[in-house]
C-alpha cells in the first residue's frame, strides 16, 4: 500500500505503517482474508479523537458561542457527509482495501464507509503519534472548514424556531406536556414531551422542565428540517 501522498496530504508521517492499512481495511476485506482484523474499532476512536479536537478549536475560535450553538456547529463538521467529503480530497477512496461483493456494489464511493474510514485513519495518527499529533492533523484538515464568525447566523432558542415552522406549515402550535419525573428530589430528572399538529410527539429528558422543553423541541426540528440552518439554534 503506497500511501506517500496520504502522509503527505494530512500532514502526519506514520512511524507505524500497520496502523494505516488497518484504518483502510473495510470489514468486508477481513471477512474475506483470514487473519485480517477491519478498521472498526479504530473508527470508535477516531470519532472520539475528532469530536474533541473540534469541540476544543471551537470553542476557541467562537468565544462568545453559547452551548447549543458550539454543538451545531460541530455537529455540521463532522456530520458523515462532511467527512465523506474530506474523504474524498484526501483520496481514501483510492486506498480503502474492500471485498468483492461492496466493490461491486460501489462502497468505494458511499458516504458511510468513507466517513468511517477517515474516522479510523484519525484514530490511528491517535495511536501512532499521541494526542498533539492528532489534534494537528485534525486542524490542518479542518482549517478552511470552519464558518466566519461575522457569517453565523443570528440564533432563536429551540422552541421558538418550532413554534414558527408549526405555524408555517400546520397553522397551529406545538404543546409541551410533562410527561414524568424520575430521580431523588435534589437530582430531579424531568421528561417533557412535545407534540406537534400532526400527531407525533417528540420526548425531552433533561434536569429541568426548560431544558426539557428545549430538547423535545430540538428532536422536532431535526424531524422537520433536517440539515437545515444547522447552527441557527442555541439551548436556552
Known amino acids: ?50 469530536e474533541l479536537c473540534v469541540s476544543e478549536e471551537g470553542y476557541r475560535r467562537f468565544p462568545d458561542a453559547p452551548e447549543g450553538q458550539l454543538t451545531r456547529i460541530r455537529s455540521q463538521m463532522v456530520k458523515e457527509k462532511s467527512l465523506a467529503a474530506i474523504a474524498r480530497e484526501l483520496g481514501l477512496h483510492r486506498h480503502i482495501l474492500l471485498g468483492r461483493g461492496e466493490e461491486l456494489q460501489g462502497g468505494r464511493d458511499r458516504d458511510a464507509l468513507l466517513a468511517d474510514a477517515f474516522e479510523a485513519l484519525m484514530g490511528a495518527v491517535f495511536l501512532d503519534g499521541g494526542f498533539e499529533a492528532a489534534r494537528r492533523t485534525i486542524l490542518h484538515i479542518f482549517k478552511n472548514r470552519w464558518p466566519r464568525p461575522e457569517m453565523l447566523p443570528e440564533t432563536k432558542d429551540y422552541k421558538s424556531r ?44 433533561s434536569t429541568s422542565v426548560k431544558r426539557a422543553e428545549q430538547e423535545a423541541a430540538r428532536l422536532a426540528l431535526e424531524t422537520l428540517e433536517p440539515g437545515e440552518n444547522p447552527i441557527a439554534f442555541k439551548d436556552q
Open 1 to 50: 500500500m503506497d500511501i506517500g501522498d496520504l502522509q503527505q496530504s494530512i500532514h502526519h508521517r506514520f512511524a507505524q505503517v500497520k496502523l494505516v492499512r488497518a484504518a483502510l481495511t473495510h470489514s468486508s476485506y477481513a471477512n474475506e482474508q483470514e487473519g485480517d482484523g477491519d478498521n472498526e474499532r479504530l473508527e470508535f476512536l477516531g470519532d472520539a479523537v475528532l
Open 162 to 205: 418550532l413554534q414558527e415552522v408549526a405555524q408555517e406549515r400546520f397553522r397551529d402550535r406545538p404543546v409541551y406536556m410533562l410527561a414524568g419525573t424520575s430521580g431523588p428530589e435534589h437530582e430531579k430528572i424531568f421528561m417533557v414531551d412535545a407534540a406537534l399538529p400532526t400527531g407525533e410527539v417528540f420526548r425531552g429528558i
